[in-house]
């Protein structure tokens, strides 16, 4: 195995259950998506955050990409996509980029983003960088507000403490305590069950969090390339999601916008991991190709600072013992 570095729901569907034959790190194994991936098969891109690259020929051609973000470090942080300096709510929210470029843009900044999805559906544009875009639904940064909350709709979201949630939202839901939100229309897992009602079969990017939150997972599942991966369902989403470790979770957008894209230390560059796909206009021929989304949710890592303010720090996350020492390694390593 090679390590690469819709819109609304229209009908109902039965539910499949699928017994895959899995790929993994130059390893085959029969797999139950029921049942839990092993992440020690999975590359270490970073303390506390791991990639799997699965391919399965069943129920169809599928090729996947998970990540999966441990927050017992205290140093993680999640980001996503800022408002736009002359912002209008429900019209000019953010401004289009590729996934690869937030992660770029990024660098250099205290919120170096490491790794990074795309989050909520948007109003398509003309598919260049930096127009301004509308999203669909409630998104947060920092804090501070960039898209209203619609009826109707799920949103991860992380508060101010670090933890993960994923809510309902309403046009009136108080935002308090949100310091990261993006949102999706569907619910894919509940509780350890897969839902939806979508039988699109089309490319799938999801975000949930295990039943202890601990583990935050983000898996994008490539569709429409023949011979590469072709989709799957909503249901078929919440059953990887879970099959990766997750308890909750949500479909952001999927189809052409679904990208993973991480930045590659070695290279000083950031790279996709999984193929984005959007059709010609005229044809419908698949073609690789990266699309400006309205926005992303990504992950980095908050420093901590030299020892003379770490005390405070240390505080403030409710570090105590020897994680409250200066000299100690929270990296996870």
């Given at each position: 195995m090679e390590y690469?570095?819709l819109?609304?729901?229209r009908r ?9 034959l899995?790929?993994?790190?130059g390893?085959?194994?029969v ?8 992440w020690a098969?999975?590359?270490e ?9 699965l391919?399965t020929?069943?129920?169809?051609l ?6 999966r973000?441990?927050?017992?470090n205290?140093a993680?942080r ?8 002359d912002?209008?709510a429900?019209?000019?929210e ?5 996934t ?7 660098q ?7 790794a ?7 109003g398509l ?5 930096a127009?301004?875009?509308d999203l669909n ?7 501070v ?10 949103a ?5 403490d670090?933890?993960p949630?994923i809510v ?12 990261q ?13 897969p ?14 969090m295990?039943r202890d ?8 599942i490539?569709g429409r390339?023949p ?8 249901r078929e989403?919440?059953q990887?999601l ?9 479909h ?13 230390p ?15 206009p ?8 990266e699309?400006y ?7 980095y890592f908050?420093e901590a ?8 720090w ?8 020897s994680?409250?020492?200066?000299e100690?390694d929270?990296?996870?390593?």
């Open positions: 690469l570095p819109r609304f729901p109902l569907s039965s539910f499949h259950a699928i017994h895959a899995i790929t993994f790190a390893v085959s194994a797999a139950q998506p029921a049942g839990t991936f092993n098969n999975a590359d891109l970073y303390p506390s955050v791991r990639h799997a690259h391919t020929d069943s129920p169809r599928l090729s996947m990409h998970a990540l973000i441990d927050l017992d205290p993680i999640f980001t996503t996509t800022g408002r736009i300096a912002w209008e429900d019209s000019r953010t401004l289009s980029e590729r690869r470029d937030f992660v770029t843009r990024l250099g900044t205290d919120r170096g983003v490491v990074a999805i795309n989050a909520n559906w948007f544009t003309n598919q260049s960088s127009v301004p875009v639904g409630l998104a947060v940064s920092e804090g507000l960039v898209s209203p909350p619609w009826n109707n709709q799920r991860f979201v992380i508060r101010n670090g933890t949630d309902a939202t309403s046009t009136t839901m108080d935002l308090d305590g949100i310091e939100a993006v949102s999706g229309y569907v619910a894919v897992l509940v509780n350890g069950n839902n939806g009602h979508s039988t699109d079969i089309t490319s799938r990017t999801v975000i949930g295990s939150r601990r583990y935050v997972v983000m898996l994008v490539d390339r011979g590469h991966s072709l989709g799957a369902t909503d989403s919440g990887w879970r099959y990766f470790g997750a308890w909750n979770g949500i952001l957008d999927g189809g052409g916008s679904s990208t993973m894209a991480w930045w590659n070695a290279e000083n560059r950031a790279e996709i991991f999984n193929i984005p796909t959007v059709p010609l005229i044809f419908g021929t698949p073609i690789m190709q699309r989304v309205g926005n992303n949710i990504g992950v908050h600072p030299e020892p003379d303010g770490y005390a405070a240390a505080a403030a996350l409710e570090l105590s013992g994680e409250a020492d200066p100690t929270l990296s996870g390593g």
